[in-house]
């Protein structure tokens, strides 16, 4: 850069004589604002500056650009007409120049420079380069490094979550196996000859326990899927918590799984909005945890206590406790706590995670408590408390039928068909039986029964259009239907309704719902 355009001129025809030899490009500048302009928008090997200018001189020019990131580094030789001395000299290098050219300028030392220079911003650039490969290449081993991380991640997800559902299917045979054998052996006990009365009763327990317990597994399956995906619907209402904790144990009594503990129990009346038969389960599942764990002659405290604007249902066991790695996981599925092949009682882990789930569909919270092994547990219930308290707490409790009914049973399944049939008939009903949905539709239009109880999956016509042809026959129109199936999402009770059905049982299904919803049903359709 140079103020004066005849030395500017002359300056420029001696860089271009070597443009050709050292190969770079000459670019001019005749003030300072002009050099400036130019070092933002150009990388310089190398910047000649005037250092005699009016307006911004040198020292100036230089400064403002080495204040600029881009063109910081651009090395400068100052071009004077006078020896400067040594504070001058100072003065330059301190404002970034590199070197300095006195005028008349000697072509050898400047062409000399110009090599050195070009050179070095050669090679800079080429380092520059080099650097730019060697950062895109570690950006892509970088990438590359992350996708294996994390294919890595997703392969020991897959490895664990196979290892969960082997564990899983393992101890559901397990689970599934000893009910069945225990009822295999027990019907093979009643069958065989010379069999005492008292040995006849047992296995009818046997058999009666046995399939309460393979109706838990199922039951506990099919509600954890279904909370999962979102399917369960909460039919809500007030009720009174102590009085169902209290249901809760007597029934837990009846079936002798108590007699060997100690009970404790202190409850208050306390008053929650929910689901009855919901809150039935988190209740019973909370007990039979606590007596899966706890050793016979130990003991079990329940407590119900209003705290705050809460209900807390508090059980504690003094059973084998947890250590404090499983406290934390206790509510995840699958988990249990001891996992040896001898252990005394069974399950499938999934109990405590229903309960989690089923506490938050009530708005709801559950924590857990063990001081460590053999130290006992406890588990902490929180409910949202009810404002209003009806006088009586609606906690259903079964009845029998008090009338006798002709109804017509549509079963495929001759086992299931003929307890069902040889059940209602203890009850004192007359029982037509059918095999499918066509043999179903013809008796129900010869006999005119009461109540037609129908199985869904018939092996001609399903049972939904079964209930259709009735709904559309004259004589069978009015005639009230139960549907009785194994299909038991919301979505299947909806369906059932919508074909025409009045009420939809799930098997297997209790004693008492089906002679409810039978009394329910005959009651209904003759006041209408």
């Not at 393992?170 to 010379?194: K, Q, V, W, Y």
């Not at 016979?296 to 066991?317: A, F, K, P």
């Not at 092949?341 to 499938?348: D, V, Y």
């Not at 009914?405 to 009903?429: P, Q, V």
Request: charged share 20%; aromatic share 4%; glycine share 8%.
């Amino acid at each position: 850069m140079n103020d004066d355009p005849r030395s500017l001129m002359a300056l420029v025809g001696l860089l271009s004589s070597w443009q050709e030899e050292i190969k770079y490009e000459v670019m001019t500048a005749q003030s300072g604002e002009e050099t400036l302009r130019q070092a933002l928008n150009h990388e310089f090997a190398v910047i000649l500056l005037d250092v005699n200018m009016p307006g911004m001189d040198g020292f100036e020019t230089a400064e403002a650009i080495h204040k600029r990131p881009r063109s910081a580094s651009t090395p400068i030789i100052f071009v004077t007409a006078y020896l400067a001395d040594e504070m001058t000299r100072f003065k330059g290098y301190q404002t970034g120049a590199v070197d300095y050219l006195f005028t008349p300028i000697i072509p050898q030392i400047l062409k000399a420079k110009l090599t050195v220079f070009v050179g070095l911003a050669r090679k800079s650039l080429a380092l520059k380069q080099q650097t730019d490969v060697l950062n895109r290449r570690t950006g892509e081993l970088v990438a590359i490094n992350q996708r294996l991380e994390f294919e890595i991640s997703e392969r020991r997800i897959a490895e664990n979550q196979n290892r969960t559902k082997d564990e899983f299917l393992a101890m559901l045979g397990h689970e599934l196996r000893n009910p069945l054998s225990a009822i295999c052996s027990a019907a093979a006990l009643i069958e065989a000859p010379g069999i005492k009365q008292t040995s006849i009763d047992q296995a009818k327990a046997v058999i009666r326990r046995q399939s309460q317990h393979l109706s838990r597994i199922v039951d506990d399956l099919l509600d954890l899927s279904r909370v999962i995906s979102g399917k369960v619907v909460l039919n809500r209402q007030s009720f009174e918590l102590s009085a169902l904790v209290t249901n809760c144990l007597e029934t837990l009594a009846l079936t002798g799984r108590t007699q060997h503990y100690k009970l404790d129990v202190h409850t208050a009346p306390a008053w929650i909005h929910g689901d009855i038969t919901r809150v039935e389960q988190i209740v019973t599942n909370l007990l039979d945890n606590a007596v899966k764990y706890t050793p016979s002659g130990g003991t079990i405290r329940v407590e119900v206590e209003i705290v705050g604007e809460e209900v807390e249902l508090r059980v504690h066991d003094s059973g084998i406790g947890m250590p404090s790695t499983l406290v934390p996981q206790v509510f995840d599925l699958f988990v249990q706590g001891e996992q040896t092949p001898g252990r005394a009682q069974g399950g499938l882990g999934i109990g405590l995670a229903l309960v989690s789930h089923l506490i938050r569909l009530h708005s709801g919270s559950i924590t857990a408590h063990s001081k460590g092994v053999g130290c006992g547990s406890s588990f902490f219930v929180r409910l949202p408390k009810d404002t209003v308290q009806p006088s009586v707490a609606p906690v259903p409790t079964a009845t029998a039928p008090q009338e006798t009914y002709k109804i017509l049973l549509i079963e495929d399944n001759h086992d299931a068909r003929a307890m069902i049939s040889t059940l209602l008939s203890a009850f004192g009903h007359h029982i037509t039986e059918a095999v499918d949905g066509a043999d179903g539709v013809r008796k129900a239009a010869e006999h005119l029964p009461d109540i037609i109880v129908i199985d869904i999956g018939l092996p001609d016509i399903n049972g939904h259009e079964v209930a259709r042809r009735l709904r559309g026959g004259a004589t069978t129109s009015a005639i009230p239907l139960i549907a009785l199936t194994g299909y038991g999402l919301e979505q299947d009770r909806k369906d059932a309704l919508a074909a025409g059905f009045d009420v939809h049982l799930v098997k297997p299904v209790k004693t008492n719902a089906l002679t409810e919803a039978i009394q329910e049903c005959v009651s209904r359709s003759i006041k209408a």
